[in-house]
């Protein structure tokens, strides 16, 4: 029998609890969770970290070459490769993201539903499949409004600028507060969806509903958590950094080139894969922090969790219901 206490997801925490949840959540799901991403999101971000890291390499050689053969670097922007390599990238970048999105909130609703640490990958990618459009159609959707609203955002700076040069500092520090305010705003969309199952609008308002007068908190939260992948991400990619900078002596004088540039470029191609690999397969942190805010903030303006207790006192229950654990 397994001895895992399952952690309740409808209830208020504080600041540090949340992270404190978080980080348990991972730590006691880290081989299923693991699994289910390996499996589920492994194989679309392994081609979106493949294609991203021969991007990278062969933009960081063109621009090292742009002073030897500008034309070079002009035209490469204008064939047909550039364009079919730039569109395939982005259709994984994407899909791989809804995948680590949709891996991580199915396995915290299974987690829920059958209060167990022990949850299998088919189960897992069956919850996934069946919710995998919705998932998609949030990002493509939530990029949109985000474009209209960039551009929208835009048109004050347009009239500062008639007005004066230097009121366009104002107005885009304007568009840089309003894109953050935003952001941290619709961040709870994701669980919103997943755990209410309501339209992409309806979620969207209440986003904003559920973070009015919480924005701070689930801005810092969002942030810390993402510091922590990007620190965790860097930490892989410095190898890859050092080789690329090896690699930038031998370009600078074309007669040092040898034999092993080749290898060093191949294995400067694998690193940054495995960073690019690192940092998608980490966002699954901020994802399972944004989930546990949004039951903070459900309980703290709704008390959902403390209803459904009070509806069940006096019923017989089959089971002793299992502590919470931190």
């Known amino acids: 029998m397994e001895d895992v206490k399952i952690i309740e997801f409808q209830r208020t925490r504080d600041f540090s609890n949340k992270l404190n949840a978080t980080f348990t959540f ?15 999101a492994g194989p679309p971000v392994l081609v979106a970290s493949l294609l991203l890291s021969s991007f990278v390499g062969d933009f960081f ?38 995948a680590v999105i949709a891996t991580t909130n199915c396995y915290m609703i299974l ?90 609008f309806e979620a969207l308002a209440r986003s904003f509903y559920l973070i009015r007068g919480k924005w701070w908190s689930t801005f810092g939260l969002l942030m810390i958590l993402s510091l922590l992948v990007g620190i965790i991400s860097y930490v892989f990619s410095i190898p890859a950094s050092i080789l690329q900078g090896v690699s930038m002596l031998h370009q600078v004088k074309p007669d040092a080139f040898n034999e092993s540039s080749g290898i060093t470029e191949s294995i400067v191609f694998i690193l940054n894969a495995l960073a690019y690999i690192t940092q998608l397969l980490l966002y699954l942190l901020p994802n399972v922090g944004l989930a546990f805010q949004y039951f903070n903030l459900v309980e703290m303006k709704e008390a959902k969790g403390l209803m459904g207790q009070i509806n ?10 299992p502590e919470e654990h931190y």
């Open 26 to 40: 991972v730590r006691q799901n880290f081989k299923g969770l693991f699994r289910s991403m390996l499996y589920i």
């Open 111 to 200: 987690y829920a539903e059958k209060r167990t640490a022990d949850l299998e990958v088919n189960d897992v990618w069956e919850k996934v499949r069946e919710t995998l459009g919705m998932y998609l159609a949030t990002t493509l959707l939530f990029g949109l409004v985000t474009v209209l609203m960039y551009l929208f955002m835009l048109i004050p700076i347009v009239l500062l600028g008639n007005i004066s040069g230097f009121l366009i500092f104002f107005g885009v520090i304007f568009l840089i507060v309003g894109v953050f305010y935003v952001f941290i705003g619709a961040s709870l969309i994701y669980p919103i969806r997943a755990f209410e199952k309501k339209g992409f």
């Open 61 to 98: 050689k063109l621009v090292m070459g742009a002073g030897r053969d500008p034309e070079a670097f002009q035209n490469f922007f204008l064939t047909v490769s550039f364009w079919i390599q730039a569109a395939l990238m982005f259709v994984f970048v994407i899909v791989s993201y809804v």
């Open 312 to 321: 069940t006192l006096g019923e017989t229950q089959d089971a002793p219901r």
